[in-house]
């Protein structure tokens, strides 16, 4: 059974750093491209960034291209977000994806649970 | 980027059918996906590639596309059905290529 566990969120100054995690199991970590999405409070889904499987490739939302910074460990089938300069409207729920593993690449097949982010002095 | 349109709201009775459009031009050159996000959980993918559907999910879950929009349609609703509802493409010659539509709140009355 896939699973992916995020952690790392809390409360941070604006301007502050933070870093998420997700780790993974219960597939072939490096096979697959990951994403991290997050939703505001009462607001929708937004894509934040990408990573290929390799790690070689990367995508950025505009709103975090130069902030954020997307990694991956698949030795020890894990994600990462490097969040710096963080803004008010950072604030969200930041949940970790999987590509398709039974699906299709575009589409984000399984969502960990998220981890609460909250911008504020 | 692309832009996504889907209507805030849809209401349906239990036992009725529910249609939930996502339009915009990338529609009629890639694949749409759709998710469903109930109340205080994470998203899951119900419908990929404009009409596969993933192990475990109800066959009254059902995708199509016509032109620039693809149609989630939700047969035989049930309670449990209501959430909100999300497509997704990706747009290849964009740089922020992952975009998702602005959700449709499904009720049932």
């Known amino acids: 059974e896939v699973r992916l566990s995020e952690s790392g969120g809390g409360l941070v100054q604006p301007g502050g750093s933070l870093r998420l995690s997700c780790e993974a199991s219960?597939?072939?970590?490096?096979?697959?491209?990951m994403t991290w999405v997050r939703q505001a409070p009462g607001k929708g889904l937004q894509w934040v960034s990408s990573?290929?499987?390799?790690?070689?490739?990367?995508y950025y939302a505009e709103s975090v291209k130069g902030r954020f910074t997307i990694s991956r460990d698949n030795s020890n089938n894990s994600l990462y977000l490097q969040m710096n300069s963080l803004r008010g409207d950072d604030t969200a729920l930041y949940y970790c994806?999987?590509?398709?593993?039974?699906?299709?690449?575009?589409?984000?097949?399984?969502w960990g649970q998220g981890t609460m982010i909250i911008v504020s002095s | 980027s692309a832009v996504l349109s889907q209507p805030p709201s849809v209401s349906v009775a239990p036992g009725q059918t529910a249609r939930i459009t996502c339009g915009g031009n990338?529609?009629?050159?890639?694949?749409a996906h759709w998710y469903q996000q109930r109340p205080g959980q994470a998203p899951v993918l119900v419908v990929y590639?404009?009409?596969g559907r993933p192990s475990g999910i109800p066959e009254r879950f059902s995708g199509s596309k016509s032109g620039n929009t693809a149609t989630l349609t939700i047969s035989r609703v049930e309670a449990g059905d209501e959430a909100d509802y999300y497509c997704?493409?990706?747009?290849?010659?964009?740089?922020?290529?992952?975009?998702f539509g602005s959700g449709t709140k499904v009720t049932v009355l």
């Open positions: 219960g597939f072939t970590f490096r096979s697959h491209a």
């Open positions: 590639d404009d009409d």
């Open positions: 990573v290929s499987g390799s790690g070689r490739t990367t």
């Open positions: 990338i529609i009629g050159t890639t694949s």
């Open positions: 994806a999987i590509h398709g593993v039974t699906t299709t690449p575009d589409a984000f097949e399984t």
């Open positions: 997704q493409v990706w747009d290849g010659l964009s740089d922020h290529p992952y975009v």
